[in-house]
């Protein structure tokens, strides 16, 4: 009964760190999509629902606040 106890444990504490480890890797991929867009000298975006291409380029002042690459 107590080596049954202590396998749940042990994967019950993998699944934990398994899980912990892929939550971190979804939030710091999708900071490197901001990270990346900040440090961008352009940005597409759109005015309305539907894809117009519209290309945003920033002047020099604004990639210097954005920080060094």
Known sequence: MHYEQMLLGRALTA??????????????????????RLL???????ETGWYDGQVYVKDPEMLARAGPR
């Open 40 to 46: 961008s000298a352009t940005v597409e975006y759109e």
């Open 15 to 36: 699944g934990t760190i398994t899980a912990t480890a892929f939550i971190a890797l979804f939030i710091f991929s999708n900071w490197a999509y901001v990270r990346d």
